[in-house]
């Protein structure tokens, strides 16, 4: 079975600093690998995602993930935080084989201060 | 393009009331999704369906069914509304061979 583990429930950080959100994985097979973000009262929105290729994927707002399959992790990280990036993310994984059925994390409430 | 839409926006039902949440999307997508989204747990995926007439169970379809008669229409039906129910309830679609789904903008439902 899949699985997805968000291991912090909120994030703070300070403008301008970088930030990271923690996800890690289980799936049987090579993974598919997601980032979601959540404004308030709002739909989820695709912000990146990884299925091969280069360990460091780029997303929409100046985000980027790092798939690391040793630690079977995807920690979406972004070099300077603005205030606008408060929201809540989700990670999310499906496998090869299950084309289907995507899998999402808790959440992790991200919380930018100026 | 409107993409994805749900309706109503807030509900409120009665324990043992019934309801169809909608759900259409407008991008010509094969597979749609119903997920509940509760505090803290992130989202639970109910059901999911891969085109019109084909529809299967996600991790938490007890109380819920689905029909799918057509590519645009995916609506989600609580026959016993259940105080464990109240959530909110997003839809979801993606096209074939893309992995990226839109979301709905979601309804809160409350079952008192």
């Known amino acids: 079975a899949q699985s997805v583990a968000q291991p912090e429930d909120q994030v703070n950080v300070a403008e301008g600093n970088p930030l990271t959100v923690k996800c890690t994985y289980s799936v049987s097979g090579n993974p598919y690998l997601f980032w979601y973000v959540q404004y308030p009262n709002r739909g989820l929105q695709f912000l990146l995602k990884?299925?091969?290729?280069?360990?460091l994927v780029k997303g929409s707002y100046g985000f980027e993930a790092e798939f690391n399959k040793s630690q079977t992790s995807f920690h979406l990280k972004k070099p300077s935080a603005l205030v606008s990036d408060s929201a809540l993310y989700f990670c999310a994984v499906r496998s090869y084989s299950s084309a289907s059925k995507i899998i999402f994390g808790s959440g992790t409430r991200l919380s930018i201060r100026p | 393009n409107a993409g994805v839409t749900q309706t109503p926006k807030f509900r409120i039902l009665k324990i043992g009331q019934s309801m169809t949440l909608q759900c259409t999307q407008d991008m010509n997508h094969n597979y749609m999704y119903w997920y509940r989204q509760d505090p803290g747990m992130g989202l639970k995926l109910i059901y999911y369906?891969?085109?019109?007439?084909?529809?299967d169970k996600g991790e938490v379809p007890n109380g819920y069914n689905v029909s799918r008669s057509t590519t645009e229409d995916f609506p989600l039906r609580l026959e016993l509304a259940a105080p464990s129910q109240t959530s909110v309830y997003f839809c979801a679609s993606r096209g074939q061979g893309s992995d990226e789904q839109y979301f709905g903008p979601g309804t809160r439902l409350t079952v008192t």
């Open positions: 369906s891969v085109g019109a007439g084909i529809t």
């Open positions: 990884y299925i091969t290729g280069d360990n």
